[in-house]
């Protein structure tokens, strides 16, 4: 991390965690000093509730492409600022396969957070396969271009992207620091072609195995502002610890 973006790192528990785990989180983060950084937590919908907005942000996982109205199962921008919100994962990888998300639904979903006031943290990334073919810029091209198409790059100033390799999550497998910056100058450099003061301020995460052990190496790139953290951030004190390498 360099220049004057701030770092954010982000805690994803996916469908993990309990209302203890978001009390012990609150209580681990309250007693630590983390200054010029910003802390988000995005826990599964039933325990945003509740969570004190001052100890970190908070996030939701996944939110509808509608506002309201007969779409059972689905939870809106509104509800999500309703309960504190301030910032929504849009297009993980996970909800990409898991619930075939296109690249167009994706982009209608950072839309809807855009319009209604949430920070989209619009996720992106490769599986092993389109690394292995080495054409993985082209398909996070693709990825970003449905937002462009849509939104238009002066809305990348309201938003964060995360770079997850599908390989590196939950595996063990990290990107390497020099393989995250590749792609971290990679997107910045695709979005200075559009509007370089809006890409030169544009935070990007990564995520894909970051532990306390190899937060500091990553988040050093001068591309990496930040991460997104899956599995450690189940665990307070490991998550504590990697935000504190993001303090520099
Ligand atoms: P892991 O940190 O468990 O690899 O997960 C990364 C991720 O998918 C965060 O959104």
Not at 227 to 237: E, N, T
Request: negative net charge.
């Amino acid at each position: 991390m360099q220049n004057n973006r701030r770092p954010l790192v982000a805690g994803n528990w996916k469908m993990n965690g309990s209302l203890e785990l978001a009390a012990e989180l609150q209580q681990t983060f309250q007693q630590a000093s983390l200054q010029n950084i910003d802390v988000l937590v995005c826990p599964p919908f039933p325990y945003l509730q509740g969570f004190d907005v001052s100890v970190s942000a908070l996030g939701g996982q996944n939110l509808s492409q509608y506002n309201s109205g007969a779409h059972t199962g689905e939870v809106s921008a509104q509800m999500l600022k309703s309960v504190g919100c301030s910032y929504v994962l849009v297009g993980h990888s996970e909800r990409r396969s898991d619930n075939a998300e296109s690249n167009e639904l994706v982009a209608s979903k950072v839309k809807v957070a855009l319009e209604q006031g949430l920070t989209p943290v619009l996720c992106v990334g490769e599986a092993e396969d389109i690394r292995d073919s080495g054409e993985f810029f082209d398909f996070i091209a693709a990825q970003l271009d449905a937002v462009l198409n849509l939104v238009g790059i002066a809305e990348f100033a309201h938003i964060v992207v995360a770079y997850e390799p599908v390989w590196a999550i939950g595996t063990g497998k990290t990107a390497s620091p020099e393989q995250a910056q590749e792609v971290h100058a990679f997107i910045r450099g695709y979005l200075a072609n559009l509007d370089s003061e809006v890409a030169s301020k544009l935070r990007i995460l990564y995520g894909g195995s970051v532990k306390a052990v190899n937060a500091k190496e990553l988040f050093s790139q001068p591309d990496v502002d930040g991460g997104l953290i899956g599995g450690a951030s189940l665990d307070p004190q490991e998550f504590l610890n990697i935000c504190l390498a993001a303090k520099g």
